[in-house]
Nanobody
């Protein structure tokens, strides 16, 4: 089993920045890919970004390209999501996920954190 705990969410004004962290514990050697998803009220959970812990390969949703950056520190078993130039439409609960495939769909990830709220005011 792998446990994921997110932190770093909060309230920020439009144009501001936040950095989310996702601390992994347990059988972390069994998961090579980390992802971030988000879910706004009344909407489905959507892909934000993913990274390979082995190669450093990254992938982003078009809506966040150039503003968000995903990274992973294997020594700390922690993934990060740096969010810059935040917009009100980025408001959502952000979830960290871990899995064995590099993909942008929720079903590819077997482990999920509890989520952290990000609110961007206009």
């Amino acid at each position: 089993q792998v446990q994921l705990v997110e932190s770093g969410g909060g309230l920020v004004q439009a144009g501001g920045s936040l950095r989310l962290s996702c601390a992994a514990s347990g059988r972390t050697f069994s998961v090579y890919y980390m992802g971030w998803f988000r879910q706004a009220p009344g909407k489905e959970r959507e892909f934000v970004a993913a990274t390979s812990r082995r190669s450093g390969l990254t992938s982003y949703a078009d809506s966040v390209k150039g503003r968000f950056a995903i990274s992973a520190d294997n020594a700390k078993n922690t993934a990060y999501l740096q969010m810059n130039s935040l917009k009100p439409e980025d408001t959502a609960v952000y979830y960290c996920a871990a899995g064995e495939s590099f993909a942008a769909i929720t079903s590819s990830y077997g482990y999920w954190g509890q989520g952290t709220q990000v609110t961007v005011s206009s």
